[in-house]
């Protein structure tokens, strides 16, 4: 059974951080990209970064320069450091991850930025 267990969500002023965990087992964490998504109340879905196996990461155009994604291989744990955020930030946000086709998902956490 694949397991992704986020934490780390909350409320948070304009221009403050946060930062979000994800963690996984072993043999998931060593094996697959893991992705952060998020969706705002009224709004799809939607990808916000992506980090590899191989230590590759991808971001969404609205949260370059201002998310970073990483991993931590001794809690099996990825991360995503939320700097400078703003009010469209706010968003329940998911960990994710695609086997053989399948997509799972963690239970989301809900990051709110406002003053």
């Known amino acids: 059974q694949v397991q992704l267990v986020e934490s780390g969500g909350g409320l948070v002023q304009p221009g403050g951080s946060l930062r979000l965990s994800c963690a996984t087992s072993r043999s998931i964490f060593s094996i697959y990209a893991m992705d952060w998504y998020r969706q705002a109340p009224g709004k799809q879905r939607e990808w916000v970064a992506t980090?590899?196996?191989?230590?590759?990461?991808n971001y969404a155009d609205s949260v370059k320069g201002r998310f970073a994604i990483s991993r931590e291989r001794a809690k099996n744990t990825v991360y995503l450091q939320m700097n400078s955020l703003k009010p469209e930030d706010t968003a329940v946000y998911y960990c994710?991850?695609?086997?053989?086709?399948?997509?799972?998902w963690g239970q989301g956490t809900q990051v709110t930025v406002s003053s």
């Open positions: 994710h991850t695609r086997i053989n086709g399948d997509n799972y």
């Open positions: 980090s590899t196996t191989n230590g590759g990461t």
